[in-house]
């Protein structure tokens, strides 16, 4: 009996030490594995976070200046510049939230030489974009500007009335006329002259994208800077006087004022009186604070300038900058 006890019973108890022992010894193994490149997983996992920023340079507290926000980087190599897309992107969702409904510049007017009106909602919404289209309602003061799309021929004997008549103006032009025209741009400005932009190609600005309307814009203050060594410009005609929420903000964002105008003609195309026309136009609707619209092309403008400009003079008016305007 004893002796079948120690068959039956110790063989397997045996075999099944051996088992455990072989389970234990795996186990051991399996977990060394896992613990052997812990150091290394969490090096990957840093490694895989993206941040990006517009792809601008990393700031100094990041060790390799090499690194843009748009490359992997270790999350502790980020510090204050991590809050820095959020920022970035919520002023961006901000305009592209605004409305884009396209409004074309209009004018409630007047035969009594009082200032014209536009509605309540749209003169806020100038304000607060600087926006303008008028002057001081008290004051005798009037602001003249030209639009200058292509030459044609007239801009020479525009500069030279008012030189004569110590009359400065704003000149809004396009890219177009900023590369074919650059010493008459140099002319402007060396008399004393405001240029504007008039963007490059003269789109409706709300049918385009944000990104768009700043090429729009910084080629025109490209060529211009090139011409002139003036970096940067002020003031937007809008063209076709066409804008949106969205515009307006945007364009104040890139730092410049919108300006509009309170007296215009349809000079563009030869008028049937002629400069007799032209002169009527301006004088009939003449009131405090006018921003007056001409464009340059306009051979009834031109031959009408000079005595437009004698005549609101004698009427009391002085002739200010629009460097004078927003400052009011």
Do not use: C
Not at 26 to 43: F, G, M, R
Request: proline content about 6%; overall charge negative.
């Amino acid at each position: 009996m004893k002796q079948f006890f120690n068959k039956k019973f110790y063989i397997p108890a045996l075999v099944v030490l051996v088992i455990l022992f072989g389970l234990a010894l795996k186990s051991n193994l399996d977990v060394v594995k896992e613990i052997k490149p812990a150091s290394n997983v969490e090096e990957e996992n840093t490694t895989d976070k993206t941040v990006s920023i517009n792809k601008e340079p990393l700031s100094s507290n990041v060790s390799s200046p090499d690194i843009a926000f748009d490359k992997p980087v270790p999350n502790s190599a980020i510090t204050e510049p991590e809050t820095k897309p959020t920022n970035t992107n919520q002023q961006k969702d901000s305009i592209s939230a605004l409305s884009n409904s396209k409004a074309g510049w209009g004018l409630k007017t007047n035969n009594e030489h009082q200032q014209p009106e536009i509605p309540t909602s749209i003169n806020s919404l100038l304000k607060k974009y600087k926006a303008y289209w008028i002057g001081n309602p008290e004051d005798k003061i009037v602001y003249l500007t030209f639009d200058e799309g292509y030459e044609n021929g007239y801009t020479p004997k525009i500069l030279d009335i008012l030189k004569s008549n110590d009359v400065k103006a704003a000149f809004f032009v396009t890219g177009h006329y900023v590369k074919t025209q650059p010493d008459l741009v140099k002319r402007m400005v060396d008399e004393g002259h405001i240029v504007g932009n008039h963007t490059d190609s003269h789109p409706s600005m709300p049918d385009i994208s944000d990104e768009q309307i700043k090429q729009e814009l910084q080629i025109v203050e490209n060529e211009y800077q090139n011409i002139t060594d003036i970096k940067g410009m002020t003031y937007l005609r809008p063209p076709k006087g066409e804008y949106s929420e969205r515009t307006l903000a945007l364009t104040s964002e890139m730092g410049y004022s919108s300006i509009f105008w309170s007296i215009a003609l349809v000079d563009w195309v030869p008028m049937p009186n002629g400069s007799d026309q032209a002169y009527q136009g301006v004088m009939d609707k003449l009131h405090n604070g006018a921003v007056i619209l001409l464009h340059a092309i306009s051979k009834d403008d031109t031959e009408a300038l000079d005595k437009i400009i004698k005549d609101v003079k004698a009427q009391g008016y002085t002739f200010k900058t629009l460097d004078d305007l927003v400052k009011e």
